[in-house]
């Protein structure tokens, strides 16, 4: 009963917050802080502190009571713990101090040595030097003073109290523990985590006993060393325990409920757990890499969804790395090198298998050829797929994307033509591929892009191919020379006769455009309807919406500048489950908050904010929306302003991350 107040309570403060608490890398934070939650919290953590010691006080008395041969009763051990409210508050105070300085030595010697193992080790003496400290807990029961208790232990039987708590308070539960965790090792996903879930909860609770049977039992072997330890505290505060009353027992009405609460708890709390209350809360945020060079230049990523709805990112890197998360939130992932250096940013695209596909343009050192090859990258590593190259090109202004679509791949490119030295002229082609080798392949001609001016360096990506779900490809690409962007939609799945439609962007700074950062992304709604995102930092720091009227995008389509976002950031792109639009970037105006913006119409006329994370404004976004609805943002950036930058992996908990 002791047990309930501490283990319920944060609980009870994760859901009554929920809105308002972000889960970062696994430790809850409060988004906006106010002075009543941090006021809630401390209440909760010390009534969980409160609630611990009063278990093992109470339990302690209950041994002693046992080995005098005086009357069992629950409710007289916990009253004679409680009645002294004075000598309660003075282990509470003890408590903390004692845990906060053990934490603090752990994190300070865990930051400082490559090795945790030094950490570990020091926690642990001090921890055994702290055990004085609990025979102090179980002195509470016969009201003696914890100081003075812990004075005289230390006096006479310290090193016999090191050795009688040792195995029953700690090593035998941490034993249990980490055998639990052995176990749940060898059981398949996902039943190692429900089994470790439960099977480590209900031991910590049923062990509660055991420690307090320890401390008890410890006590009692003190009391009998004679005058030098406590018999002569006894005659201090007069020693009558032994014509000490049994007293008014509970009524059977109110006993009976309460003996099937303590026997349940276990289930209830494993119960409760299972509820995940992380879950109600309003986000998850967990770091899933670092840059190990250009800290303050992040790469270009993308976020895609496997089978499962677990995240997959790709790092474009001199090195790219993938990610493969182990759950929908990206708290356990794998991450492996690709041992290529891609001149333009390739093509990726998830198989139905799990694997990453990526295509990309490659050359040999000193070379001026480029070839768009093929790669395959799982967990275990990355290979190059067997076979002739997609495409060959003598420039280095060359492009991919990719596309899952229910027949295959869909892999559009857009590569140099010979004989256009003066005015640069580069081809846009899709090819539809029966299988995730593109072995088998047809490549449809979709148009031309004139003069098109990058610089390697920069992240143009100019092009962007999507599905309908019916499985037609879409290809967007923007032409920087001929100030337009064009939409080339297939009539059917094989794509036979795309039709082409290209429209004038708005007035731009034309070399500032031409050599800033660009991106181009493209998704279809529900019923076939393209729509278009171009982020230009150099058309007044703005994002565009491109929503057009129809499956191919005949008419002139509905521009809509979207100034709540800075376009550098490269917003990412996605639809909620009513094909409305969501972009993920960093807000314009105020500090640097990571913000959702929402359509909440088809005209993306009325829109809605949710700032998320407190960020470091570094990097770009991408957007992944799995089945479940929840968005899933990619950013790179600190959430501490402390900290130094990484990938993260941001997963909300409503569709559009409202608090």
């Known amino acids: 009963m002791t047990l309930v107040p501490g283990l319920v309570a944060p609980l009870a403060v994760l859901v009554a917050a929920g809105g308002r608490v972000a889960v970062v890398g696994g430790i809850p934070r409060f988004v906006e802080s106010s002075p009543v939650f941090g006021v809630i919290l ?62 603090a030595i752990g994190a300070a010697l865990a930051a400082s040595a490559p090795s945790i193992v030094p950490a570990v080790v020091v926690v642990t003496a001090v921890g055994v030097t702290m055990l004085p400290l609990m025979i102090a807990w179980a002195a509470l029961t016969d009201g003696v003073p914890p100081l003075r208790m812990t004075w005289r232990l230390i006096s006479r039987g310290y090193g016999e109290a090191v050795c009688m708590l040792a195995p029953g308070y700690l090593a035998v539960p941490v034993l249990l523990q980490l055998g639990l965790f052995a176990l749940g090792g060898l059981l398949p996903a996902p039943t190692d985590g429900l089994f470790r879930d439960a099977g480590r909860l209900t031991v910590a609770v049923l062990q509660a006993p055991l420690q307090a049977a320890a401390l008890g039992c410890c006590y009692a072997y003190l009391h009998r060393l004679g005058p030098a330890t406590v018999d002569d505290l006894d005659r201090e505060k007069g020693d009558d325990r032994g014509h000490e009353r049994v007293g008014w027992r509970w009524p059977p009405i109110i006993a009976w409920p309460a003996v099937l609460l303590v026997a349940l708890l276990p289930g209830l709390l494993h119960g409760a757990y299972a509820a995940e209350p992380l879950s109600w809360a309003r986000m998850a945020d967990n770091e899933i ?109 060359a492009r991919a994307a990719a596309v899952a679509t229910p027949h295959g791949l869909a892999i559009a490119w857009s590569a140099s033509l010979p004989g256009h030295d003066k ?133 002139t389509p509905r ?71 929840r968005p899933r943002i990619l950013w790179y950036g600190t959430a501490d302003p402390a900290g130094d930058n990484a990938y993260h992996l941001l997963t909300c908990a409503d569709p559009h991350c409202a608090p």
């Open 289 to 397: 890499g670092v840059k190990e060079r250009d800290v303050d230049h992040p790469s270009r990523t993308e976020i895609m969804l496997g089978p499962g709805g677990k995240p997959v990112v790709f790092r474009d890197e001199r090195r790219p790395v993938v990610v493969f998360c182990g759950d929908d939130t990206c708290g356990d992932h794998v991450s492996v090198t690709l041992d290529e250096d891609f001149r333009t940013h390739p093509a990726t695209v998830v198989a139905p298998d799990g694997s990453l596909v990526v295509a990309g343009w490659t050359s040999e050192i000193g070379a001026s050829r480029m070839e768009l090859v093929m790669f395959s990258c799982r967990p275990d590593g990355c290979v190059r797929r067997p076979g002739e190259p997609l495409k060959a090109t003598e420039s280095s202004d």
């Open 423 to 555: 005015k640069p002229l580069s081809r846009v082609e899709l090819a539809l591929c029966d299988d995730v080798a593109c072995a088998r392949r047809r490549v449809v001609p979709v148009g031309d892009i004139t003069d098109s001016f990058t610089l390697e360096d920069m992240d143009a990506r100019v092009l962007a191919v999507a599905a309908s779900p019916d499985g037609r490809p879409v290809v967007a690409y923007t032409d920087r020379g001929a100030h337009k962007i064009a939409v080339a939609s297939c009539e059917s799945t094989a794509c036979a006769h795309p039709s082409i439609h290209a429209f004038d962007l708005p007035a731009l700074t034309r070399y500032t455009w031409l050599t800033s950062n660009l991106r181009t992304q493209v998704v279809v709604r529900p019923d076939g309807r393209p729509v278009i995102v171009y982020s230009d930092p150099g058309d007044g720091h703005t994002s565009t919406i491109l929503l057009c009227s129809d499956p191919a995008c005949s008419g």
């Open 559 to 629: 521009f809509v500048p979207v100034p709540e976002l800075v376009a550098v950031s490269a917003p990412g792109l996605a639809l909620d489950a009513h094909g409305l639009p969501l972009l993920a970037g960093y807000r314009r105006k105020g500090a640097a908050l990571i913000d959702l913006v929402a359509c909440e119409d088809q005209d993306c006329a009325r829109r809605s904010a949710s700032p998320l994370l407190p960020a470091g404004g570094v990097g770009q976004f991408d957007l992944a929306i799995g089945s479940d609805q």
């Open 42 to 103: 401390a209440v909760s953590a010390v009534t969980a502190i409160a609630s611990g010691l009063a278990a093992l006080a109470s339990g302690a008395r209950l041994v002693l009571d046992f080995i005098d041969g005086r009357p069992l009763s629950a409710r007289l051990a916990v009253t004679a713990a409680l009645r002294r409210p004075r000598t309660f508050a003075m282990l509470v105070i003890l408590f903390v101090p004692a845990v906060v300085v053990l934490v």
